[in-house]
């Protein structure tokens, strides 16, 4: 398969480096090393998919014009629209196209995360009752200069969406049933902190998430009938923390089983594989995303209306 890689900034530089010897050519507007300054500059039979790493503004008409082309796409999270029905109209080009049209979550591809999917799934736990994460980084300084990215909701669409999005891997359809516990701006016009829970999911959920982690760190505590589970760091930032403990009844120390990971990030490589094998099947479905829009459009709103209270 012969990928484009369009936006060649740090996440695109991920991607052109894990697509290997698929990789043919870059598009970006000021990047010198990109070869062409505009997607409809690369001639359409040089390329059979392409890996979209750009602003959220632009992406609906990048991808629109890609599907339309019958190019294979994986575009970077999250897959943001004005309206929800562009988001809808992607997904039917793509099948009219025959062609795959792919939002990349790359956590899903963190092996504590299909750890925790896995456990969950198993029963092993049984009623689950609470899962609480954490996801901070220290990028602060970094988005408070970047025009395009200390704006609007700020934290929220990007770490949120990633929480929603593991969330929903672990444990299933959601709702909408979320609300803003506390939002605020400590170095940035934008929100750079945030707190948000659910008032009626099962399991219940709380999510925190930063830009203001000096060390980044991510942790997660699931709370359940036969025992408790809990991730620590990523393999990005190891070393990574399973531990799985078995509840003493009528209570005591538990039994724990733990596993500890060092290793460099194997996300990028799984999620390009699965891209590629989704490609060789196409199907489309853009529904995660038209759920997880609607969800971040409402707390934004709430994030920025506490804000101004």
Request: proline residues 5%; neutral net charge.
């Amino acid at each position: 398969m012969r990928s484009l890689v369009v936006g060649l900034g740090v996440q695109g530089n991920k991607r052109r480096h894990f697509a290997g010897s698929d990789f043919i050519a870059a598009v970006d507007p000021v990047n010198t090393e990109a070869q062409y300054r505009a997607v409809e500059e690369v001639p359409l039979s040089s390329y059979d998919a392409a890996l979209v790493c750009i602003p959220d503004k632009p992406k609906v008409d990048v991808l629109s014009y890609l599907l339309n082309y019958g190019k294979h796409v994986l575009v970077e999270k999250p897959l943001w629209a004005d309206d929800d029905d562009k988001i809808m109209q992607l997904n039917r080009l793509a099948d009219s196209r025959k062609v795959v049209c792919y939002t990349a979550y790359n956590h899903r591809f963190e092996p504590h995360y299909i750890r925790m999917r896995d456990l969950v799934k198993s029963g092993e736990l049984g009623k689950i009752y609470r899962c609480r994460m954490f996801y901070g980084n220290g990028t602060a300084r970094l988005v408070r200069d970047s025009a395009w990215r200390d704006q609007g909701a700020g934290v929220l669409p990007d770490l949120g969406s990633h929480l929603l999005d593991t969330a929903k891997f672990w444990f299933g359809d959601l709702g909408e049933d979320f609300h803003i516990v506390s939002a605020n701006c400590f170095e940035n016009r934008a929100p750079d902190h945030i707190v948000f829970a659910s008032n009626t999911t099962k399991p219940r959920l709380e999510f925190e998430i930063t830009l203001l982690s000096w060390r980044n760190h991510f942790t997660c505590d699931v709370l359940a009938e036969k025992g408790t589970a809990h991730i620590r760091s990523l393999c990005k930032w190891g070393p990574s923390v399973f531990t799985k403990r078995t509840r003493i009844l009528p209570s005591g120390r538990p039994p724990e089983d733990v596993v500890t990971l060092v290793e460099v990030d194997p996300t990028w490589a799984a999620e390009y594989a699965h891209f590629k094998a989704l490609c060789e099947s196409p199907s489309t479905d853009l529904s995660n995303d038209l759920w997880l829009q609607r969800l971040l459009r409402r707390l934004g709103e709430d994030a920025l209306r506490k804000l101004r209270t």
